[in-house]
């Protein structure tokens, strides 16, 4: 399974930004789906997750009204919409698929707000 994430850039403070992660390979069966970032300094976090099957979702506190997490089930794709940037919203974006099991992750997208 490959995650190829797209869609980050430089954007200023209130700013919108939406993120894409494609798939390719052998997948099956997707059970959870997610975003993490990562800023420079600090640990990986979770963003936002969603289940594929019933499509619950959870979110960070620090993005709780601002960002939307979806998913196209046929695509096997995933995407973050993000509103309202805030400069510490500025990391690297990874995509996360759980699939049987087994944890891949893509390569990352950059996201950077400006004040």
């Known amino acids: 399974v490959q995650l190829q994430a797209s869609g980050g850039g430089l954007v200023q403070a209130g700013g919108s930004l939406r993120l894409s992660c494609a798939a390719s390979?052998?997948?099956?069966?997707?059970?959870?789906m997610g975003w993490y970032r990562q800023a420079p300094g600090s640990q990986r976090e979770l963003v936002a997750t969603?289940?594929?099957?019933?499509?619950?979702?959870v979110y960070a506190n620090s993005v709780k009204g601002r960002f939307t997490i979806s998913r196209d089930n046929a695509k096997n794709a995933l995407y973050l919409q993000m509103n309202s940037l805030k400069p510490e919203d500025t990391a690297v974006y990874y995509c996360?698929?759980?699939?049987?099991?087994?944890?891949?992750w893509g390569q990352g997208t950059q996201v950077t707000v400006s004040s």
């Open positions: 996360n698929y759980l699939v049987g099991g087994r944890s891949y």
């Open positions: 390979g052998n997948i099956f069966s997707i059970n959870v």
């Open positions: 969603i289940i594929t099957s019933g499509g619950n979702t």
